[in-house]
């Protein structure tokens, strides 16, 4: 008598199990390609570390994964329109997923999130168009994008990104006047959490919150040291200063610390942003009230810079907003 167990049978091609296999196969090998051109991107990158910040990156991969997804699910278009938002949503796993592997931060997940949500849908409506022109073909032109990536990487090397001149400003209205609050732009020490506001960028992108802003000197030699979090550290040099009117100042960032604690992408003064300089001005608006306001100036050159300076808008907007509450209330609290 034959009590041999049969082995289990192989799932069906149509399976939820086989679907779940390929699927899984196909965003292994998706992954593995994202990596290996994020890697050498990173490695041909003009400043040893911004290959992330690169077209390649952005937006031809994004685009080439949407469109392999896209042709993977509907291999002879007869999904309908709104089947591109899976490609779109495996395109998003795989940046998520990449991030964690790579130990990105959150702010670069976030700043990558919507290019390539965006540059997904581009890919698959593509091949959805292909699908109704060229329906014999479709396999074989949607094939041929999955090169793009790489073969951007060639004109990534040898294009210089434009520069864009940007400034951002924010002010609050704070009941007292400019000598009242001009002693708090000198030195604010001791910064505790509660004292902020929340935000986006400090919230949610997790941005470390200020701790302390002290000047050390008077005028035009005296510089500004501050201080975020527990080992952000950067300074502030004078060039102008006209008390109870304005303060302004340069940015020197000694130290890596910014770039280190925050995205290791973005640094501050590199080859794709650099923040300038910056300053406080108050405005008297009658004998008991004044507007204060803070401004940056900074230089972004990417291939988007329209798209970087919308981030820099929320994200500098966020952290003078967060600065200038906590002027008000300090201000204010400690009048007369």
Known sequence: MNNKIPDDPLPEPSSPLWVAIRLAIILAFALTVSLILFLISEAISK????????????????????????????????????????????????????AIILREGVICVAMLAPLWWLFAWFGATTVKILHNRYRK???????????????????????????????????????????????????????????????????????????????????????????????????????????????????????????????????PDGAHLKIQNGGYRLEPINTQQTRLFLDTNYLVSTPVNTYGTLWGELI????????????KTRAEHHKG
Do not use: C
């Open 316 to 327: 500098l907007g966020d952290i003078q907003s967060n600065i200038l509450h906590i002027v």
């Open 47 to 98: 400043d040893g570390g911004g290959g992330a910040i690169s077209l390649s990156i952005l937006v031809v991969l994004p685009y080439a994964l949407g469109s392999v997804f896209y042709l993977l699910s509907d291999l002879h278009g007869q999904k309908p329109k709104r089947a591109t938002i899976i490609p779109v949503v495996l395109v998003l796993l795989i940046l998520i997923i990449g």
């Open 137 to 267: 073909r479709t396999t074989l032109h949607s094939s041929i994008l999955l090169a793009l990536p790489f073969l951007m990487l060639v004109v990534d090397a040898n294009t210089v990104s434009p520069i864009t001149t940007s400034n951002v400003e924010r002010s609050v209205l704070i009941n007292a006047t400019p000598n009242e609050i001009w002693p708090h732009l000198l030195k604010m020490d001791d910064i505790q959490q509660s004292e902020g506001r929340w935000n986006v960028t400090q919230n949610i992108l997790q941005v470390h919150r200020p701790r302390s802003a002290v000047v050390i000197g008077e005028k035009t030699n005296a510089i500004r040291y501050a201080a975020w979090g527990a080992d952000i550290t950067f300074e502030e040099h004078i060039r102008e200063w006209h008390e109870n009117e304005d303060l302004r100042w340069e940015f020197v960032f000694a130290n890596d610390s910014v770039q280190k604690y925050t995205d290791r992408h973005i640094s």
